[in-house]
């Protein structure tokens, strides 16, 4: 009966995640007592060694995780079945392990600190978990407000893992007071600061987000830009199905239909020119010449445009990457890039590579150690295997103007999306491919991170998807117009430019840096505690 508790409790915690979860119940407060049953049930383990082990914390931990992850990204399962099991179980197991590392260290320091260290530990979880290989930064814990802009405006100061920080402290002092209420039987009287304490911690930031939200107004700076939202079927239509001239004729006629002689860019989506090309043969791409000949038309207008695109090299002029593949003469090797491209009347073309690229259909982590199983990357955007990258993140350069091209999956890396802003970008243009997920929450969770970016940097944000929901967002967060589901479209509107930094945009994820150094510093005390003991023992 005992495990059987806690079975329940893990699944319990989890569901109640799961609810919280943009789109997949969208009630974001929930999260405020989501963990409460998980850390009941580490309590219940910790209080009965003879009968439970720090195992059965972590089977029904990862129960937990399993049930939360499942619950908010089932939708990957339309893509591939076994990328979204790929993905469910390994980012489950990392959490699970993660919390294991708390209760092991609770054991050892004692319980005030142990608390204090699963905060650290958790957050600094999160932040190596969006900055190694095999990053996978949907579910960090902050995001579950990227539908409650409202109450979130102060992210600018601390990105989403203020987020998580907010989560943890108010579950963690929740569980104190169902401790002492529920468990132990104690009156109320004696949690009443605790729960002065709790109102704080819930309200005093939301008040001062909803001044914020309320009083903050944007430099006029007006730009008008058109979103196209094609809508091709990805898997019947947009790689193959549907001829190259046809696809541009809908994204440029879309386009067409909307300007103006105040329009100043048009965003389409990613690899919206639908055959790929050499960089230095891409003038004669038919996708390109059609461009050029808008560009030409409204000679006003710059093109930003996602395309595959592809470097030639040879063995003797440069080493191949980790990434290159042979090309049909033994002696040269080419990278393929996902791409962002700036066409106007000049008579150069600028070019972006997307930097983070996703695992299985356009990365295989580790490429020295894993390069054997390449074959076996998943397919998800036309093009096998790992495509080269971006070292860094670097903008298109419109004169004054500085746009931030972030490709489909950037767009979750708070961290590096601020890297463009801080190199000077004043709008953040994003270009993505929403429709291999179908009408699932998959692309409107998508969407809403796109809000937080907008937040974390006050940066105005112009999304193209192919299909899913385009949308022009202002920096509050705020979606000022957006598409329809599986709707061929265009729409128009003014952002605002920003050359303001925020503290988030110059400092970036500091919280999750400090947070993994003291949660190293804490393992490492906890580890020598625990040796020490032994040796007294013996």
């Known amino acids: 009966m005992q495990?059987?508790?806690l079975t329940g409790l893990a699944i319990l915690s989890g569901l109640l995640m799961g609810i919280s979860w943009p789109e997949t119940g969208g009630i974001a407060p929930l999260f405020f007592i989501a963990l409460i049953p998980l850390l009941y049930?580490?309590?219940?383990v910790s209080q009965n060694p003879d009968k439970l082990k720090s195992r059965h914390v972590f089977f029904n931990a990862y129960l937990t995780f399993l049930t939360f992850n499942t619950f908010t990204t089932w939708w990957i399962w339309n893509a591939d079945p076994s990328g979204m099991i790929?993905?469910?179980v390994i980012y489950s197991l990392l959490m699970a392990i993660t919390f294991l590392c708390f209760h092991k260290v609770k054991k050892n320091i004692g319980e005030q600190k142990g608390y204090f260290a699963l905060i650290v530990i958790w957050i600094g979880f999160e932040w190596l978990h969006s900055n190694w290989e095999l990053s996978h930064p949907w579910n960090t814990f902050g995001n579950v407000f990227a539908n409650s802009t409202p109450l979130i405006q102060w992210y600018e100061y601390t990105g989403a893992l203020g987020g998580t920080l907010w989560i943890l402290v108010t579950n963690i002092i929740l569980f104190k007071v169902f401790n002492k209420l529920i468990l132990l039987k104690e009156p109320l009287k004696n949690s009443i600061k605790t729960l002065i304490l709790i109102i704080f911690i819930v309200f005093i930031p939301s008040l001062y987000s909803f001044i914020i939200y309320s009083t903050f107004s944007e430099k006029d700076t007006p730009i008008e830009v058109i979103v196209v939202q094609p809508n091709f079927d990805p898997y019947n239509e947009k790689f193959g199905g549907t001829s190259e001239a046809k696809q541009m004729d809908r994204i440029l006629s879309l386009a067409r239909a909307k300007v103006s002689s105040n329009t100043k860019y048009v965003l389409a989506p990613e690899t919206a020119i639908p055959r790929s090309s050499d960089e230095k043969l891409i003038e004669n791409n038919y996708g390109i010449i059609e461009i050029r000949k808008f560009v030409k038309e409204f000679p006003h207008v710059k093109f930003i445009v996602g395309m595959t695109t592809w470097i030639e090299y040879g063995i003797r002029d440069v080493k191949p990457t980790l990434t290159s593949r042979?090309?049909?003469n033994p002696t040269q090797y080419h990278d393929v890039f996902n791409s962002a491209l700036?066409?106007?009347?000049?008579?150069?073309?600028?070019?972006y590579h997307k930097s983070k690229l996703v695992l299985g259909a356009e990365k295989m982590p580790y490429p020295k150690l894993l390069a054997p199983l390449e074959d076996f990357a998943?397919?998800?955007?036309?093009?096998f295997g790992?495509?080269?990258e971006e070292k860094e993140a670097h903008n298109l350069i419109d004169g004054s103007i500085q746009i931030a091209p972030v490709i489909c999956y950037e767009s979750i890396f708070s961290d590096y999306v601020s890297t463009y802003v801080k190199k000077g970008a004043s709008l953040i243009f994003i270009m993505t491919n929403d429709g291999w997920w179908a009408d699932t929450p998959g692309y409107k969770q998508h969407l809403a991170y796109a809000r937080l970016r907008a937040i974390e940097n006050r940066r105005s944000i112009a999304r193209s998807a192919n299909t899913g929901t385009s949308a022009l967002i202002n920096q509050r967060g705020d979606i000022i117009n957006s598409t329809d589901w599986w709707k061929h479209d265009a729409i128009i509107n003014t952002l605002n430019t920003n050359d303001r930094i925020t503290f988030f945009t110059e400092h970036g994820d500091i919280l999750g840096r400090l947070s993994a150094a003291i949660a190293v510093l804490i393992l490492l005390a906890s580890w020598i505690i625990k040796m020490k003991r032994r040796l007294t023992k013996s």
């Open 342 to 351: 700036l066409i106007d009347n000049s008579p150069t073309i600028q070019f």
């Open 86 to 88: 790929m993905v469910e």
């Open 326 to 328: 042979k090309s049909g």
């Open 386 to 388: 790992s495509l080269g």
């Open 378 to 383: 998943l397919k998800l955007g036309g093009t």
């Open 3 to 5: 495990k059987l508790k």
């Open 41 to 44: 049930l580490e309590h219940l």
